[in-house]
């Protein structure tokens, strides 16, 4: 198998996630191994690690040096739709089925379910780690973005997202909290910021995002190919094409490696010497 991705993929010419607005020239990539086939989600924690959900809804640990370290079978909880690691110490894993949220930690064993029901939550369409821990979710039913506690109250409650959006027809897929704005990232329609009080502050209107992560600078995000860094700051963008297509997610790790997502294989890459 990593003989015909190698021959298929050849060198990768790719720019490190969060270093777009720094960096003068593309760094050069070669494909060394493949960790894992049939994933549909991966996230990656401050600490290195790689989290990763499979076709038939396991999750898989990867370590700093990208060897598979645990993985446990989830699917009979439903199927696993966004998987956020932004707490290195409590993965969140979300069922938008069952309109629940579940919380393993870094060994992957599970540590508590979050029936959205009962926040009165009518159908979560998307969701994401809060940065004081709590949780977001955008709740389709009445069109609002909500903050949630552990206990069962919702403590943030956005106005209807609808007189925000001109008549658009909204379809978020994740939310990104960086403690000082919230992105709540709809594919067709681009990024809806809100500050950490759930109020709104202005669209993004940059379409085709399919995997993002953001910092207080600014985000990072993929979309048509193109590898790309929005500055909150100045609101320049800068654009890095992407060298062929299925490329669904990219981290640069340490050590000079690069974990790739493609298509539904979870990629090695290491700088070409």
């Not at 780690?129 to 069109?143: E, I, L």
């Not at 909150?232 to 640069?252: N, V």
Request: proline share 3%; net charge positive.
């Amino acid at each position: 198998m990593f003989r015909s991705l190698h021959f298929k993929l050849g060198l990768l010419f790719l720019l490190p996630v969060f270093n777009l607005a720094a960096q003068d020239s593309l760094v050069n990539l070669r494909i060394t191994d493949t960790l894992a086939a049939q994933i549909k989600l991966c996230a990656w924690d401050k600490l290195g690690n790689t989290y990763a959900v499979d076709a038939g809804n396991r999750l898989l640990k990867f370590d700093s040096d990208a060897k598979r370290v645990s993985t446990l079978n989830y699917s009979y909880s439903g199927n696993i739709a966004w998987l956020d690691a932004s707490n290195p110490l409590e993965i969140l894993l979300f069922y938008p089925e069952m309109n629940s949220l579940a919380v393993v930690d870094n060994n992957l064993a599970l540590k508590g379910r979050f029936e959205l029901s009962s926040y009165e939550i009518v159908q979560a369409s998307a969701v994401g780690r809060a940065y004081d821990n709590g949780f977001w979710v955008f709740d389709s039913g009445d069109m609002t973005l909500k903050k949630l506690g552990r206990d069962a109250e919702v403590n943030i409650k956005s106005g209807n997202l609808l007189q925000f959006s001109n008549g658009l027809r909204l379809s978020p897929q994740f939310i990104l909290d960086n403690g000082e704005r919230v992105l709540l990232v709809d594919s067709v329609n681009g990024f809806f910021v809100f500050d950490v009080f759930g109020q709104f502050i202005k669209r993004i209107p940059i379409q085709g995002a399919i995997w993002a992560e953001t910092t207080r600078m600014g985000i990072s995000f993929l979309a048509d190919g193109q590898q790309v860094w929005y500055d909150f700051q100045s609101l320049e963008r800068r654009y890095s094409p992407l060298p062929f297509r299925g490329i669904k997610a990219i981290k640069q790790m340490p050590k000079g490696t690069s974990l790739i997502l493609v298509k539904d294989y979870l990629l090695l890459a290491r700088t070409k010497k």
